[in-house]
């Protein structure tokens, strides 16, 4: 079996069912192009009257969009009325390809899903074969929201008494998401509110700083931070209520007051049991296993170098200076006597835990040693040892062992503790779902005064006057550039070639040799700031090929679209929209008439220059 | 006695049978066999098979309320099943079922399909053209247009219901009002098809398009252009350079409005709607939308009319949903005629059938997906 149906066995079945004109949703643009070329060679042609007909209409479309004239798939859509559309095509050639489906002329169209959500034309059958959709490099299981999108464009109203939406199988397809999209609730949107620099600059243009967060409060987002947050007071009004009968008792706070009891008594606790687990004798020598110390052990003497308790170590532990500059670790219980001698030592932190000096020193001192030396008389307390002072003292400043309510604290308090935390929690919660735009806003704020665009009270300087006026991705990069002249004196096309790698982000990859060596030496100094600037905004691909293509185009006039076309792999429609988008931010530029006058002029020149040809055709 | 057996085996024309009322649905259904009523129980009532004869009929009719075609149609194709039963059944001596070859028939090889679930020719049926019939309005497109006299409006509908048709009156209302209408879409190729199709419409002198760069007709009343570009001009104005025609402002359009949550684009949508003048009227046009409510309420509270919803999950055309194998068989989708709304597992037998099968051959593995 196939891994799936074969475009024209698709097609075929189709007709055979009287289920066109259908739109079949492929996956990529290649899927769409490669179902096209298998009908090059299969005699599925259309009678000759439907032909002409495609032909008529195409002319008609061709009045107005003569980019078409000469497309080349145009033979093979008259001879089998199925066509291709996707992103790569050429608008005026989608455009071409709708009006016939509207006509009636297709029968079926290949498309890519993002023709669900861009374009307006239904048709009887829509034809699934995917259940995921490429976002950004990675495939992501279509929403329901998106299968119904897709759908949607199953049955004509008027043309139609119902519509289908049939799905084949290919492979990694997973039906339940399918069936999960066709018959189930569309999801919730959310907002996807962000705080943009243009947008701080326009809004302290047009109102005081005190009244911006009034204006962010009007937002969908803050709307939907404030459903969340009625959420959370619900929720805390209800722990208000079960925390009625932990309400004050002897002491006001009785909560805190029995925490710090009981952390203060289980610490006690925990200190006691350390103790406990060494005899009395050893204990009782612990305070006087002092660096310095001589001590005997099972073998000679040596000198205790420091003494510790590492974790996981039953005894407590000692460093041992030995015989022969010999630096050894033993436990306590090792030590076989202590003696009635102490030599001075410099304590540090590190190995060898004295300084140098004393380290020699110690060393000659123990060779020097005198074999008799007496031995230091240990009194061992074998009653329980009493408890440190501060201990002692803290717990008896607690009320709480002689308190009327000590048990029922001792009770309540694991409830009502825990209760008290979710409600800080929430408090902390709503307090941040109320402020949380106003603190981005802020952050922006300070970044624009860092810069200089706004003055310390907020107000617009001279260049935040026209930097609003850029309301583009990357806006900071390119007010921030044009404040660094990296544009003075740059003809239109390295302006156009500059703002179209700033503009593209698309990681299809197109290939340009050549490229320009003031367009190159101009892209490596916006890189730069740019990195400079990553911790503001987010750096922009920068690719030079599509910069080296716009800067061909507008500085070569007798370019024509196809010799354009034939510089780059990228596919016409990319190309198209490359332009446009360059178009867009240089529009944008042009808006700086007054402040930038050489700036604007370039960029109006520019958009001259681009305004040609197949760009001339739609607005 | 005779009287019932021919009608119990008669072939009824599917036109007659799906004209059934009530009674005469009990009444045929009270004549066949508990066996086959507990067929036709079966993924419609719980537990069937605990009841008898006389709670099962009631049950059934009681289901036919939501599926009624659906039944019936099942109805038939059981009684059509048992009639050429009984025949090759009564040609042999015995009771049991006649031992037919495995590829006979497609619907013998799957009885179960025919049991519950809609057969292709059920499905394929109605499908064509319907006669020419003037255009009448839905009556949520004119609860919209007259709610959009005193408010704003939020329009949640499925795609292809005819968002447009309400764009366009409202449109002309508030230009018959010699006010100024701005119409806004996503997407640059949307815009284009709203201006030749608004064109022809109004006719090309009314209608003008503004893009970053350049302005068609832009003096026209009822004005399309991307929404970023209306959000500049409602800055622009906020700031002071006031367009003067943003006084004469009567309404706002902006379709496909669920791009509200488009991860970049969305916020230029909020920024519009917050700044949008409060003498002109909102008309948002977006597909459907999971909480079309929280939208109008959003509205509600920052402008100064209580916003309206209007909002439908029905489709103007209704959808079937199909299974194409790679071999070229098609099948319904699901066991039902229309969607399940709300079920999908109600997959139809032969396709979980087909699409397993797929799945052992198509997987690396040969372990299904989940």
Not at chain 1, 100 to 123: K, N, S
Not at chain 1, 405 to 428: G, I, N, V, Y
Not at chain 2, 46 to 63: C, P, T
């Amino acid at each position: 079996m196939p891994p799936s149906i074969h475009p024209v066995d698709l097609i075929t079945a189709l007709r055979q069912k009287h289920l066109t004109p259908a739109i079949v949703f492929l996956t990529s643009r290649r899927a769409c192009d490669e179902a096209m070329e298998t009908f090059d060679h299969a005699d599925l042609v259309l009678p000759p009257a439907r032909q002409e007909a495609i032909a008529v209409a195409l002319e008609r479309i061709t009045v107005q969009h003569p980019s078409i004239a000469e497309h080349p798939l145009i033979p093979l859509v008259r001879r089998i009325g199925i066509a291709a559309h996707h992103a790569g095509h050429l608008p005026s050639w989608k455009i071409a390809i709708e009006e016939l489906m509207r006509q009636g002329h297709l029968d079926a169209v290949f498309a890519t899903t993002t023709l669900a959500a861009g374009v307006d034309f239904p048709a009887r059958t829509v034809v699934i074969t995917q259940s995921s959709i490429r976002k950004s490099r990675d495939f992501t299981d279509l929403t329901i929201g998106e299968v119904q999108q897709i759908a949607g464009r199953a049955g004509r109203r008027g043309k139609d008494h119902v519509g289908f939406a049939i799905v084949t199988p290919s492979p990694y397809i997973d039906l339940a998401v399918l069936t999960k999209g066709l018959t189930g609730q569309p999801e919730a949107i959310n907002s996807q509110f962000t705080i943009s620099y243009p947008m701080v600059l326009n809004l302290l243009k047009a109102h005081p700083h005190e009244q911006i967060q009034g204006i962010l409060a009007k937002s969908f987002a803050q709307f939907q931070l404030n459903q969340r947050a009625e959420l959370l007071e619900q929720k805390l009004d209800a722990l208000h209520v079960q925390m009625e009968p932990f309400g004050p008792r002897v002491c006001t706070d009785w909560i805190t007051q029995w925490h710090t009891f009981d952390h203060a008594r289980r610490h006690r606790h925990m200190r006691h049991q350390t103790h406990r687990s060494e005899s009395p004798e050893i204990s009782a020598r612990l305070p006087f296993l002092t660096p310095g110390r001589v001590v005997g052990l099972g073998r000679g003497r040596g000198i205790v170098l420091r003494q510790y308790r590492s974790k996981g170590q039953k005894n407590s532990m000692l460093t041992v200076l030995r015989p022969d500059s010999a630096v050894t670790e033993c436990p306590v219980t090792g030590v076989k006597e202590v003696y009635d001698r102490t030599y001075d030592c410099a304590e540090t932190p590190t190995y060898p835990w004295c300084s140098t000096d004393t380290f020699d020193r110690l060393s000659h001192q123990l060779e020097e040693l005198p074999s008799h030396v007496p031995v230091l008389p240990i009194l061992v307390s074998l009653g329980i040892e009493p408890l440190p002072d501060a201990i002692v003292q803290s717990l008896g400043d607690f009320p709480c062992p002689t308190c009327p309510s000590r048990p029922a604290c001792q009770k309540d308090f694991a409830t009502a503790s825990r209760l008290r935390q979710e409600q800080q929690r929430h408090t902390k919660s709503i307090q941040a779902l109320r402020t949380s735009l106003w603190h981005r806003f802020q952050e922006r704020v300070e970044v624009l005064q860092q810069f200089g665009y706004l003055t310390p009270a907020t107000q617009l300087t001279i260049d935040g006057e026209w930097a609003r006026l850029i309301r583009i991705d990357h806006s900071l990069l390119i007010t921030e550039l044009i404040r660094a002249e990296a544009f003075t004196g740059a003809d239109p096309s390295l302006l156009a070639g500059v703002l179209a790698s700033l503009a593209h982000d698309d990681d299809r990859p197109g290939a340009f040799p050549r490229i320009s060596p003031g367009l190159s030496s101009l892209l490596g100094q916006v890189r730069k700031l740019a990195e400079s600037l990553s911790p503001y905004e987010d750096p922009p691909l920068l690719r030079a090929d599509v910069a080296a293509l716009v800067e061909r185009w507008v500085a070569d006039p007798t370019l024509t679209w196809i010799g354009l076309c034939r510089l780059t792999t990228m596919a016409e429609g990319d190309i198209y929209r490359l332009l446009a988008r360059t178009l867009e931010f240089l529009s944008q530029v042009q808006t700086l008439k007054v402040t930038h006058p050489g700036l604007a002029e370039s960029a109006s020149q520019a958009i001259t220059l681009i305004r040609r040809g197949v760009l001339e055709e739609l607005p | 006695m005779r009287d019932t057996a021919v009608s119990r085996f008669a072939r009824v024309p599917p036109v007659s049978l799906f004209a059934m009322t009530t009674d005469e649905l009990e009444t045929l259904l009270a004549q066949q066999p508990v066996a086959l009523l507990h067929r036709l129980a079966r993924g419609r009532v719980h537990r069937h098979f605990r009841a008898g004869k006389r709670r099962l009929i009631e049950l059934l009719l009681q289901h036919s309320s939501q599926n009624r075609a659906g039944l019936e149609s099942d109805l038939q194709t059981l009684i059509g099943e048992r009639h050429s039963q009984s025949e090759s059944g009564s040609s042999s001596v015995h009771h049991l079922p006649a031992i037919t070859p495995k590829k006979a028939s497609p619907r013998g090889t799957e009885p179960e399909s025919a049991e519950t679930a809609i057969s292709l020719s059920g499905w394929l049926e109605g499908l064509g053209v319907p006669s020419p019939q003037p255009f009448v309005p839905d009556s949520w497109q004119n609860e919209a247009l007259s709610a959009l006299n005193e408010t704003d409006v939020v329009i949640s509908v499925p795609t292809g219901s005819g968002k447009t048709y309400v764009a366009v009156e409202a449109a002309r209302r508030a230009m018959e009002d010699n006010r100024t209408v701005i119409y806004t879409s996503p997407l640059k190729a949307l815009s284009n098809t709203k201006y030749t199709e608004f064109s022809r419409i109004f006719g090309p002198d009314t209608v003008g398009i503004l893009t970053g760069d350049r302005q068609e007709n832009g003096q026209a009343p009822l004005l399309i252009m991307t929404t970023e570009i209306l959000r500049n001009l409602l800055y622009d104005a906020a700031s002071g350079e006031i367009d003067v025609r943003l006084d004469t402002l009567g309404l706002v359009i902006l379709d496909e409005s669920q791009y509200l949550a488009d991860p970049e684009r969305g916020v230029v949508w909020e920024e519009t709607i917050i700044f949008c003048p409060s003498q002109a009227r909102l008309l948002l046009l977006s597909a459907s939308i999971g909480n079309p409510q929280d939208i109008a309420d959003w509205l509600t509270s920052i402008r100064s009319t209580v916003c309206r919803l209007v909002r439908h999950s029905k489709r103007t055309v209704p959808l079937r949903a199909g299974y194409l194998h790679p071999n070229g068989k098609l099948t319904p989708l699901f066991r039902t005629l229309g969607i399940p709304y709300g079920h999908p597992t109600h997959l139809h037998p032969e396709t979980k059938r087909l699409f397993l099968e797929y799945e052992e051959e198509t997987l690396p593995s040969g372990r299904p997906r989940r």
